[in-house]
């Protein structure tokens, strides 16, 4: 299942309903017009590919204790929604790692458009961070270390970047233990997802890579009715989606979608968030 793993990110990230341009389209919708240059602002309704929205990104950030002087680093950023949103409302200097080019290009894109000031985006792999020692006061990342099989490289690269006392914080789907192998296989099939860790297994990594004052939080309850809404509003845009996507790949994302309900309704999937010190 692990090789080929970069691949199937990739084409998955490729094919993604939620990008750039997409971005963009939805801005420019009729009656969302607003007067004078597009901010950092206007975009977060739309570049927030995460669960639980800004309030997500601004929990992270406070348990991760960012200020205005704080050097952050975004791994597996995407387009770059919270960096952006760090940078604003934190003042913070933020760098915005990413590997896949079209994201990268995509987050880059958008922090033009609006002026990101304080928002550096740059290509590189999360298993071999291109920092030196001690670059960073905080790590962030959301929902994206399902797609690593290499977990605790990724951690431990975290760990060798964050200057002593700073503070990684993250949130990522977790496994509960009747999740099945068969279901496993099929979240690396339809969505790249590999080797998913419980909230015990990302504890025992973080300590394994150096971190101590662990906290691990179950975040399912919460993550459960954003999925079943975000589920009933794909099936209400079911013309558009269709209009976009085409038939097959419209009927992916639907089957997909509620594959994710069903799990989480049933105790087998849910999220998790971390936070540690180095």
Known sequence: MLQGTPGRVSDFYDHHPINATRVLEAL??????RPGPVT?????????????????????ARRAG???????????????????FVAS????????LELHRGRAAGAA?????????GVTVVRGDATALPFVRSAFDACLSQEALLH????????????????????????????????GDRERTQL???????????????????????FSSIEAEDLSAQWRPIVRKRLELHRTLR?????????????????????????IEDGKLGGGRFTATR
């Open 109 to 117: 894109r958008l922090n033009r458009l609006v002026g990101a000031r």
């Open 188 to 210: 690396w099939e339809w969505m790249a997802a590999t080797t998913l860790q419980t909230l015990e297994g990302y504890s025992a990594l973080l300590g394994r890579a150096g």
């Open 40 to 60: 950092a602002d206007d975009l977060f309704e739309f570049d927030q590919d995460h669960y639980g929205g800004l309030a997500a990104v601004d929990a992270l």
């Open 239 to 263: 013309a558009d989606g269709i209009a976009r996507l085409g038939d097959e790949r419209y009927l992916q994302y639907d089957q997909l979608h509620a594959f994710f309900v069903r799990l």
């Open 89 to 96: 409302r934190r003042g913070s200097i933020v760098v915005a």
């Open 66 to 84: 960012i200020g205005s002087t704080s050097r952050v680093l975004d791994v597996c950023a995407g387009l770059g929604g919270p960096a952006r």
């Open 28 to 33: 420019s919708r009729p009656g969302l017009g």
């Open 148 to 179: 690593i099989a290499d977990k605790a490289k990724v951690l431990a690269e975290c760990h060798r970047v964050l200057a002593p006392g700073g503070r990684i914080a993250f949130s990522d789907w977790i496994a509960f233990p009747r999740l």
